[in-house]
């Protein structure tokens, strides 16, 4: 069985500053790990992927994630701020082999102060 | 090209009846994910299909079912509704059954069981 646990449910950043979401995972056996977005009244948007290769994962909007299989981790960062990036995000956690059924985590509210 | 669209955006039922919700899906997309997002219990994968085929399925009652069409476009339905069924439904399409697709959601179809 997996499970997501993310640090913070709510996060306030001012604009400009370093935008850190934590994200650790528990899979028995090798994970793809994403983080996607939602906007309110929206879907929800893949900021980026981990399925093999390189652990430093770049995506859309200077989003990037670091895949540490020692501390079972995938935070995501941004190195600045904008308030477009104010939104709900979410970490998910896959099995190989099934990339499509995923199992979320609970979610972190990001606030980007002026 | 079009996004994944769900239908209808917005449906208010009350308990014991039943609701059938539609997605459509990218075009060329063959494979469809339906995930179900409440305050309670966060996000929750449902089902797959691909090809007209559930290959996999959340931990959910019977009361929860789905099927998917030639043409790839999916409902699901629920019947006796409770009121805890109440939450955004999200429906997802990828290319198809390769592990590292991406999955693109539509906004979502808002149930609320009265």
């Known amino acids: 069985a997996q499970s997501v646990t993310q640090l913070g449910s709510h996060v306030s950043v001012s604009e400009g500053a370093l935008v850190l979401l934590r994200c650790n995972y528990s899979s028995s056996v090798p994970p793809y790990l994403f983080w996607y977005v939602q906007y309110p009244n929206q879907g929800l948007q893949l900021l980026l992927k981990?399925?093999?290769?390189?652990?430093l994962v770049k995506g859309i909007n200077g989003f990037e994630a670091e895949f540490k299989k020692s501390e079972t981790s995938f935070h995501l960062t941004k190195p600045s701020a904008h308030m477009s990036d104010a939104a709900e995000y979410f970490c998910?956690?896959?099995?190989?082999?099934?990339?499509?059924?995923?199992?979320f985590g609970s979610g972190t509210q990001l606030t980007v102060l002026p | 090209k079009a996004g994944v669209t769900q239908t209808p955006r917005y449906l208010i039922k009350t308990r014991g009846q039943q609701v059938t919700l539609s997605c459509s899906p990218i075009s060329g997309h063959r494979s469809v994910s339906w995930y179900q997002q409440t305050p309670g219990q966060g996000l929750q994968f449902l089902f797959e299909y691909f090809s007209e085929t559930q290959r996999n399925k959340g931990n959910f009652p019977g009361r929860f079912s789905g099927r998917q069409f030639s043409n790839s476009r999916s409902e699901m339905n629920v019947s006796t509704l409770e009121l805890g069924d109440s939450a955004l439904y999200l429906c997802a399409s990828s290319l198809g059954p390769q592990d590292q697709e991406t999955q693109y959601f539509g906004p979502g179809t808002r149930l609320l069981v009265l």
């Open positions: 981990y399925t093999t290769g390189a652990t």
């Open positions: 998910a956690v896959s099995p190989s082999g099934s990339a499509r059924q995923l199992t």
